[in-house]
């Protein structure tokens, strides 16, 4: 899920042992899918468990999914550039006044017009404390600086201040500490639900293997029957080539057992018989 790709290997397993041993040792589960039972009832029980399974992947999934997206919000909005991060771990109380009638605003100015900031501010409202405003923080892209008026004078010194481009941040120290202790505790929240999530994907997907490769000894069983007939006598065989001679093995296959193939076979009579009847005629 969220781990290299090396560590699945590692939690894909069967009857806890690796699936090649699982495969290449198989034997028919007699207590969880009983050879008594007719071949449709066995499909049968094989497809209420898969649908069973699947359905409640879904549900897990999306409550994962859930807690996942949640954090990412909070995460984006408290820890991205300085218009949205939250600045708890910079702002101190000390830095703020919140006084009858003074307030402190927190500005973020763009690298390279810090002069234009310390020159103007005073002049965006006949109300701004002279000499109050102080650089609080700052990142690649610019700087964050305190200013203090009077409260009255808020929205005059918004207004300019847009104009001017500079961006009054919306700050409150207690929100964002309630946020950031929000984000904590679904961080939490995600790291158990990720635990919890990855122990039921082990178990299920060793039942989800478990049945598939039943699927697989029922397809050839009922393909073998249909193909030598009865009394069954056949033997079923695992081949493991290397990647690169997948397709040369396929090709070769198919060319050993062609005459098993009734298309072909029947395409190849069909042309024998059309090129006999030719032969007739022309004789």
Not at 24 to 47: E, G, R, V
Not at 107 to 123: F, I, L, N
Not at 132 to 139: A, F, P, T, V, W
Not at 149 to 178: I, P
């Amino acid at each position: 899920m969220e781990q290299s790709s090396d560590k699945v290997l590692e939690n894909a397993q069967a009857n806890g042992v690796d699936l090649l041993s699982y495969v290449t040792k198989f034997q028919w589960d007699k207590a969880k899918y009983p050879t008594a039972l007719p071949l449709s009832s066995l499909a049968d029980i094989i497809s209420k468990q898969i649908f069973q399974i699947e359905t409640e992947l879904k549900s897990r999934a999306a409550a994962y999914g859930s807690v996942k997206t949640s954090l990412q919000g909070l995460q984006h909005k408290l820890e991205g550039s300085l218009q949205t991060r939250s600045l708890n771990d910079i702002v101190r109380k000390e830095d703020m006044v919140d006084s009858e009638y003074l307030t402190t605003l927190l500005v973020v100015v763009t690298s390279g017009r810090y002069e234009e900031w310390e020159t103007t501010y005073e002049s965006l409202s006949a109300f701004v404390v002279p000499r109050s405003s102080r650089k609080l923080c700052e990142d690649e892209e610019g700087g964050v600086f305190s200013v203090t008026l009077f409260k009255r004078a808020v929205g005059e010194f918004k207004s300019k201040a847009n104009h001017s481009k500079f961006t009054v941040r919306e700050y409150n120290y207690d929100l964002e500490e309630q946020q950031q202790q929000e984000k904590n505790q679904i961080s939490v929240h995600k790291k158990e639900q990720y635990g919890l999530f990855v122990r039921w994907l082990k178990v299920n997907f060793s039942e989800v293997f478990v049945a598939w490769i039943h699927v697989k000894a029922l397809r050839v069983f009922v393909e073998s029957v249909l193909r030598y007939g009865l009394p069954v006598n056949f033997q079923a065989l695992l081949l493991q080539p290397d990647r690169k001679r997948v397709k040369k093995l396929r090709g070769e296959l198919a060319s050993l057992f062609v005459h098993l193939d009734p298309t072909v076979t029947g395409s190849k009579a069909d042309v024998r018989g059309q090129t006999d009847a030719s032969d007739l005629h022309s004789g």
